[in-house]
């Protein structure tokens, strides 16, 4: 097993490209390293091995689920492109249609959803994807829908909003909101420059480490409550070690995801935790299959059908 | 803090203190304001009061204090705030949608301190529920790269009367900051610090 560096999917040691993000793998500086260790709490996979499409280029079998060709490093999606134009379908004019599977929190496969019509909404009393037993769900939470040949999720001003399980590396715009174990975290740039008062005068104060953003936690039933202020570089979030810690959250991985903050931008990949980090989606998204999604407390899947 | 160093006269009915005005004079220090407190002999007792410098005046903690919102402390060479406190858990109505948020460690209030950096960039931000101990090696929030914290240093707990700051036998002491233009009394002994300097009143 090897995971990658770049977005912490787990690949088969023969492979020279990432299934997750196409990365090269054969690049990856130092040793390889071999799985972290599973939290106490329930890992859930992502898609099971399913029927194998076949990349293009190279031949090689690429399991359900993946983006990436793990021999070529082929986007899978160019695999999809290239097939539908071919022969493969019957109606090649038709959007292949997505269905979600509901995860329970034991880690297996619950409810599943076909998203059969162009649009389906979801919602404690809105259907067809009916999640009538979550308060963190708002009535009507979202839209599914078609558009260029991809499902979409729309956010319909629902009070929790959507989440979509961190695969690669992933820019964080101000204000973004994350969630990863049982936490609620929002970030925010930071005024790197230190205060002065007209006078030239600077308030007396710990020594200034060179913060440039802080991560907000937001309490359950509201309210802010720690904050973790970001150096430049890499800052590690993790259970008990690490620069963003969570030592009572046993749904959080020992190392979890590492935040970067740079000049150009503030990122965030997984590293390989068992519960994933997930990003609020604030616009109109489109899924992959694969991509693993919150709403409220409950986790699906988008897969193919 | 240790060595005694400059020893500072306080002879006049009242005594300016700061960086360019004043009889006593701290000009290496760029975080004092040209007059950051004053002196002042009133009916053969002195006081000591703010002169609303940015860096603030401490005096070190001789006994328990109410800390208010908002109100700065300093132990060792960290200066902390204390931000309030974040009120219980409110019950969950049934029937509208729960707002999502953090889980938190049981259901009561928090309390929330923050370090504050030099030139008052806002820095860490602990949330605890009370008592939060803090030192060096020992309690809920450590700082064990500041030599001049003790192991354990002070605490804080929630009282009826509010949240009290209490100072657990450290080495260099609890510094609590005045109020913006306050003024107390100084007894012998006193401790007090103004920007990165520390005086002990004899």
């Known amino acids: 097993m090897i995971l990658c560096a770049t977005c912490g999917k787990e690949n088969v040691s023969t492979g020279s490209f990432c299934h997750g993000c196409g990365n090269d793998l054969r690049m990856s500086s130092g040793p390889r390293r071999v799985a972290t260790v599973r939290t106490a709490s329930p890992p859930f996979a992502f898609s099971p091995p399913g029927e194998a499409k076949a990349c293009v280029v190279c031949r090689t079998p690429i399991p359900d689920g993946f983006a990436f060709c793990g021999a070529c490093g082929t986007p899978v999606e160019a695999n999809v492109a290239t097939q539908r134009s071919g022969t493969m379908f019957f109606h090649a004019q038709e959007t292949p249609r997505a269905k979600l599977v509901g995860i329970e929190p034991d880690g297996s496969e619950g409810a599943i959803w076909s998203l059969d019509g162009d649009e389906a909404f979801a919602g404690r009393s809105a259907g067809p994807v009916l999640l009538p037993d979550d308060p963190y769900v708002s009535p009507k939470h979202c839209r599914f829908f078609y558009q260029a040949g991809k499902l979409h999720v729309q956010d319909l001003e629902s009070t929790n909003g959507i989440y979509r399980r961190v695969r690669g590396e992933t820019v964080l715009q101000p204000g973004d909101q994350l969630r990863l174990g049982r936490q609620l975290l929002r970030i925010e740039p930071m005024e790197p420059a230190p205060t002065q008062a007209a006078d030239g005068t600077r308030m007396w104060g710990s020594p200034d480490p060179g913060y440039r953003a802080r991560l907000i936690q937001l309490l359950e039933g509201g309210g802010f409550g720690e904050v973790f202020p970001l150096e430049a570089g890499d800052n590690l979030v993790g259970r008990e070690v690490g620069d963003v810690t969570f030592p009572g959250d046993r749904f959080v991985s020992g190392r979890h995801a590492v935040v970067s903050v740079a000049v150009d931008g503030v990122r965030i990949r997984d590293l390989g935790s068992s519960n994933g980090t997930f990003v609020r989606l604030a616009a109109p998204t489109s899924l992959e299959p694969g991509d693993a999604i919150l709403i409220g407390a409950r986790l699906l899947r988008v897969e193919l059908r | ?202």
Not at chain 2, 43 to 61: I, P, T, Y
């Open chain 2, 1 to 202: 803090m240790g060595d005694s160093g400059t020893t500072l006269p306080l002879r006049d009915e009242s005594t300016p203190i700061g960086r360019a005005t004043g009889s006593l004079r701290l000009s290496a220090d760029d975080t004092l304001p040209g007059l950051a407190a004053t002196f002042t002999y009133r009916e053969g007792r002195l006081f000591l009061r703010d002169e609303g410098g940015a860096s603030g005046v401490f005096v070190r903690l001789a006994a328990p204090a109410i800390l208010g919102e908002s109100d700065d402390f300093s132990i060792g060479d960290k200066l902390l705030r204390f931000l309030g406190k974040v009120p219980a858990t409110p019950p969950a109505t049934s029937g509208s949608t729960r707002l999502l948020g953090s889980a938190r460690s049981g259901n009561g209030p928090l309390l929330r301190l923050q370090v504050m950096h030099l030139g008052g960039i806002p820095g860490r931000v602990f949330a605890k529920p009370g008592p939060i101990r803090i030192g060096r090696a020992l309690g809920e929030i450590l700082f064990a790269d500041d030599p001049f914290v003790s192991a354990r240093h002070c605490e804080i707990d929630l009282d009826p009367a509010g949240a009290i700051l209490r100072d657990l036998g450290s080495s260099n002491g609890t510094f609590l900051r005045l109020p913006k233009g306050g003024e107390r009394e100084l007894r012998p002994g006193d401790t007090i610090r103004l920007g990165r300097n520390v005086f002990r009143l004899e």
